[in-house]
């Protein structure tokens, strides 16, 4: 008997506990209570909720909870800084303390329920917000923020205060930033720099300061957000709010942690159908980093691969360093689409052209030949022995005269060229002026992307520090590396938002038939036996080998003949994690006595390993392809997972694998593949032939269903091997490990 389903909560119940009542709050989707078309099959919300934030960023009236004057106390500088805000953004300030008069000459209230109106902000100056978010509530305030330290960030203890002060929040119905956050959101933003904005958004005040102090250098900023601890409002909700906001040319974020993976990957690809490139730091990449990030925020930084490959999945761009955040993230916001990808690198100087041009290629910059009647046209200003095919050589005199705007004009004028980019590596005045001179004039007469890495070390230079700053047409950078990551990322993004569609549109909102066919099979917190993981596969439409289960070695002998020969022979049961290493997989049996004998010591090996067996499989031997794995784990952040990769032995040798977050397309799918470093073994190598890729996308796909559908009821699933077949002859699954939740 396989058991029953008695105690377990389908999805269909499981949606409808999250839509009633739910162990978390009730999901909300354009501003209502979310309903069954927008959840998933596990009941998890498929559109991000945009919050409101006008108020905060610009409220009518602010509260300062603890507003002090008294000199030489921390919150007195706090509250200086908070008036001068509150007056840039003609808001009405109201200290709250409950023994002064007057903070800096302005009357105070002693409570929020004194207020002389209902304030859109609060600011909590005090050590544990927690008493006073019931008086927030009362008093109707729509936001607040919290500085307090010695939460989630301290350790366990820390983070149970924390979980005391969101559940405060949510029953108090207004959002909180912080705790554990400081005064980045207040300021001084400036206000005499014109085009596309970029907002911030970081859990790390100080790791946003270059990126604050670009506006020195003509960027405009318009917010920063510093979420801190996150209890409530997070990075996503402001990605969400961000990606609104027309003023706004790029998102960029410093990550420690994120809250909830779904959460940002459903702001991700709200900023992604509105074409808003987020540009992200995300630290964690080695155990030591997010270590050290978990310390800081206390939230998970999730398995790094994961979160690198849904970044990816949904165009965010991450990046290491917080130079290239900065000057990514400046490209981004304020350059135009490109109309077309062409990149020509146009240099002084052979050496400097070669450099950068070997460079640019490697990071995979497409660099296309200029065409034969194009360096015809250059060479009238450029000496003949000089190489024009790309990179140009002016060989530098042409630079100092008339020339040098006439090859710049042409080079734009070139239909296959979207990017001109001209490496400076060093003042050579007064050559190098009128070179960045000619530059800033030139892409001010076109739609094309003008790029200037300016190399000196010191930067004082007029033609750096006024003629290329000066100019909001050219992308100027310091070094070679951060300008091709940027560019990079430009044209990534831009390739990207033209094919994006969203997964979650597709994303199966029901039960397929096969959920239910496979609710009989599961084993809370158990493993599944070969035979009935495999029922589960094929449950799912995924095709396994012709196969019988049998209990005695008669029995063996009639179910190879009917399988047909040659057959293999594996013991089957549910403590049965590796068969290989136990001598429990026969292969290449051609005989029926070679079947009896392969019963007997199976089972015997089973008895003495004391490994119970609900029998042996005798399965049709499947050869000529390349062994593949397909699987499904389940990830503390995101949720269930899928992962593709180089199958049998193969697995822990080279480790060579793809993952995605569900919903994702068959694009996705695909991309996977084409992410292996051994994806050349599917197009056939040393004669061999190209094997069925088409199979073995709609094997993923099929298993991502399976993620959607199951994922709250298996911890783990893998198919190893999934033998693909030469092209046209489909997929199939050898063996197959599923552990129930």
Known sequence: MLGSTHGTLTTDSRRARVIACGEQPSPVVHGRPADVDDLDVSGRPLYADAPDLDRFFRPESVAVVGASDAEGRPNTGITRQLIAWAERVGARLHPVHPTRQSVFGIPCSPSLADLPEQVDLAVLLVGDPLPVIGELAEAKVKFAVAFASGFAETGAEGAAAQAHLAAAVRRAGLRLLGPNTNLNAFEKFRDDLDGPAIALITQSGHQGRPVFAMQELGVRLSHWAPTGNEADLETADFISYFSEQPEIGAIACYVEGLKDGRSFLLAADRAARRGVPVVAVKVGRTETGARTAASHTGKLTGADTVVDAAMRQYGVIRVDGLDELQDTAALLARARAPRT??????????????????????????????????????????????????????????????????????????????????????????????LAQDLVDAAEQTDKLVCVVWGSPVGTEAAYRETLLGSSKVATFRTFANCITAVRAYLDHHRFVAAYRSPFDEAPRTPSPSFRKTQALMRPGQQLSEHAAKQLLRAYGIRVPREQLVTSAAAAVRAASLVGYPVVMKASGAQIAHKTELGLVKIGLTSASQVRDAYRELTDIARYEGISLDGVLVCQMVERGVEMVVGVTHDQLFGPTVTVGLGGVLVEVLRDAAVRVPPFGEDQARGMLGELRGRALLEGV?????????????????VQRMALELGDDIAELDINPLMVLPRGQGAVALDALVVCR
């Open 341 to 434: 990808e062409g990149v020509v690198v146009y240099s002084i100087s052979g050496g400097t052209g070669a450099h950068f041009a070997d460079l640019a290629t490697a990071a995979g910059l497409p660099l296309p030949n200029l065409s034969a009647p194009k360096q015809a046209e250059l060479h009238q200003w450029i000496p003949e022995y000089l190489s024009v095919t790309n990179p140009v050589d002016n060989g530098g005199h042409p630079v100092g005269d008339w020339r040098g705007r006439k090859i710049i004009d042409a080079i734009l004028a070139d239909p296959e060229v979207g990017v001109l980019i001209c490496p400076i590596t060093g003042p050579f005045p007064p050559m190098s002026d009128k």
């Open 686 to 702: 040393r004669g061999g032939p190209p094997v069925d890729v088409d199979a073995l996308v709609e094997v993923v796909m099929r």
